[in-house]
């Protein structure tokens, strides 16, 4: 069973617009978020996180936020630039588990 | 530092083949993992190992082997090789386990024909 799961496979913005990832979970026992990068024939590269006691949290132009009774969370990326185009990958686990659950990911696309 | 390192980059094996993925890292450690990336189902984890000598399954085991006998090294066994298990491999690391970001290495992509 796919305990998190990004809904959308792609998404495409335009260069200076926001971009909004979003990603969904099932696992009421997550505590701890997690949002990667990859671009093509690299591994991913960690991005932003968010513990959940906080529903935000910022780090230059990306920002993450987390709905906890709704089960979902969030990448904004203000303002996006041709170089996020990426496969971003959400990715959750709880405290004490050494079991990380991943998204099946988002390609973006940043438009010039 | 090199960071994550995994060789080959690329494999190709036949049915009933086995081998052996390398993965090391340079970081001192304790956590390190290993991944599978397939479309549509992003990675899943195969096995871990949260120090020298200990290791455990993660979500997809099934076919797999793994030891730890050094902090550095977390090699990942396919002892018979099946068309299912045609994949890119990742391997990871973090300090600790649990909330701790993972450093992934370049990847291992492998056909099994």
């Known amino acids: 069973d796919q305990q998190v799961k990004q809904n959308s496979p792609s998404l495409s913005v335009q260069e200076g617009r926001i971009s909004i990832l979003n990603c969904d979970y099932t696992?009421?026992?997550?505590?701890?978020f997690l949002w990667y990068k990859k671009y093509p024939a690299e591994g991913p590269t960690f991005l932003i996180s968010?513990?959940?006691?906080?529903d935000k949290n910022e780090d230059g132009r990306f920002t993450v936020f987390l709905n906890k009774s709704a089960k979902h969370l969030s990448l904004h990326i203000v303002p996006s630039q041709p170089g996020d185009s990426a496969v971003y990958f959400c990715?959750?686990?709880?405290?004490?588990?050494?079991?990380?659950?991943f998204g099946a990911g988002t390609r973006l696309t940043v438009k010039p | 530092n090199a960071g994550v390192t995994q060789t080959p980059k690329f494999q190709v094996l036949k049915t009933g083949q086995s081998m052996t993925l390398q993965c090391a890292q340079d970081?001192?450690?304790?956590?390190m993992s290993w991944y599978r990336q397939d479309p549509g189902m992003g990675l899943r984890l195969i096995h871990y190992?949260?120090?020298?000598?200990?290791?455990d399954q993660g979500e997809v085991p099934n076919g797999y082997n793994v030891s730890r006998s050094t902090t550095e090294d977390f090699p990942l066994r396919l002892l018979s090789a099946a068309p299912s298990q045609t994949s890119v491999y990742f391997c990871?690391?973090?300090?600790?386990?649990?909330?701790?970001?993972?450093?992934f290495g370049p990847g291992t992509r492998l056909l099994v024909l």
């Open positions: 990871a690391s973090s300090r600790l386990a649990g909330e701790e970001t993972q450093y």
């Open positions: 696992n009421s026992m997550f505590d701890y």
């Open positions: 968010i513990s959940s006691i906080k």
């Open positions: 990715a959750a686990s709880a405290i004490n588990n050494n079991d990380m659950r």
């Open positions: 970081m001192n450690h304790e956590y």
């Open positions: 190992s949260v120090g020298a000598g200990i290791t």
